[in-house]
């Protein structure tokens, strides 16, 4: 069982359209954090959200983090093809020293 | 400043064969990873590392091994090495632990035949 579940796993959607990515868990996290990674390479920070509720924007892109610290989501508006990657969440439950990482939202943006 | 690098980019091993991923970083961070990665799947952490003589499993240690002599060395080790060790290796490191950003290598694609 995935302790961060991510939906949906795949997306593929034409330039200028909008979309939302969704990591949800029954853990309560102290932070979540999310990354992109593009083939062959590893995955690199977006955004850390560390308060419940807490809303940041990078841009085009706007993080959330659920009230209850249990889930985040991703909102992209305008894609466009160099947002095409995979998009990871990743957290440490409470209590849990490791990080740990959801399984990925695949995303192509097509012109 | 190098970051994370991790060698070799590739290779081919035989069942049973071993071999040992090297990962080194120049940022002294305490904090060392290695994950691996299936196809179309996210990160699965194997082994970490809080510092030089300190490490701990992770989600999927078995037929792994690994030691932290120094601060900027993580070398992961595979014994008898089985095609389920097929996969892409990631190293990363952090100043600290959650809530800090991790820096990832390279990788290095490993094919068990």
């Known amino acids: 069982t995935q302790l961060l579940e991510q939906s949906p796993q795949f997306l593929s959607i034409q330039e200028g359209e909008n979309l939302t990515v969704y990591c949800n868990s029954s853990?309560?996290?102290?932070?979540l954090q999310w990354y992109r990674q593009e083939p062959g390479e590893g995955p690199v920070l977006l955004v850390t959200v560390v308060t419940g509720g807490e809303v940041k924007k990078l841009k085009r892109l706007t993080f959330q983090f659920g009230d209850a610290r249990k889930d985040s989501s991703l909102h992209i508006t305008a894609a466009q093809p160099g947002d095409t990657g995979l998009y990871l969440c990743?957290?440490?439950?409470?209590?849990?020293?490791?990080?740990?990482f959801g399984s990925g939202t695949r995303l192509q943006v097509q012109p | 400043n190098a970051g994370v690098t991790q060698t070799p980019k590739f290779r081919i091993l035989k069942i049973g064969q071993s071999m040992t991923l090297q990962c080194t970083q120049d940022?002294?961070?305490?904090?060392m990873y290695w994950y691996r990665q299936d196809p179309g799947m996210g990160l699965k952490l194997i082994y970490y590392?809080?510092?030089?003589?300190?490490?701990d499993k992770g989600e999927v240690p078995n037929g792994y091994n690994v030691s932290r002599s120094t601060t900027e060395d993580f070398p992961l080790r595979l014994e008898l090495a089985a095609p389920s060790q097929t996969s892409v290796y990631f190293c990363?490191?952090?100043?600290?632990?959650?809530?800090?950003?991790?820096?990832f290598g390279p990788g290095t694609r490993l094919t068990v035949t």
């Open positions: 940022m002294n961070h305490n904090y």
């Open positions: 990743a957290g440490a439950p409470t209590g849990r020293r490791a990080l740990t």
């Open positions: 990363a490191s952090s100043y600290a632990q959650s809530g800090y950003e991790q820096y």
């Open positions: 590392s809080v510092g030089a003589g300190i490490t």
């Open positions: 853990s309560v996290f102290s932070s």
